[in-house]
């Protein structure tokens, strides 16, 4: 991820309905939201909710299919993640320390999968 890349996210990410929108589609993921359920949820006109989709999708945050006369969206956890890592790699100087609250913090809701330690170890 370029800084330019990571400008666009955080820009899109910086307006309060985006914000919500995006977090609302992380919740209900994996099979995603329609448009107007969305637009129902954060109670936001659909063509303002529209644009406001455009731009998640222009920054790579959320991704949709037409199905029929309904369009899905859905966060794309992969971009998120990325910016994350981008924002965080190297955050230590060498001092896990610094780092490991934020990374407790996150593994409390979500906690490792010990499959992936056993892939790891394998590896």
Do not use: W
């Amino acid at each position: 991820m370029t800084n330019e890349q990571s400008i666009i996210i955080l820009a899109a990410l910086a307006q309060s309905t985006r914000l919500e929108s995006f977090r609302l589609l992380v919740k209900h993921e994996p099979e995603g939201l329609a448009a107007g359920d969305i637009a129902r949820a954060l109670a936001v006109p659909h063509n303002t909710l529209s644009a406001h989709l455009g731009v998640l999708s222009h920054a790579g945050l959320v991704t949709s299919v037409r199905q029929s006369r309904t369009i899905t969206y859905r966060a794309n956890l992969d971009q998120f993640r990325d910016l994350a890592s981008y924002l965080l790699k190297d955050c230590c100087g060498g001092r896990p320390e610094i780092c490991a609250p934020l990374i407790e913090e996150l593994t409390v809701c979500c906690p490792p999968d010990r499959r992936f330690d056993q892939i790891k170890t394998v590896i």
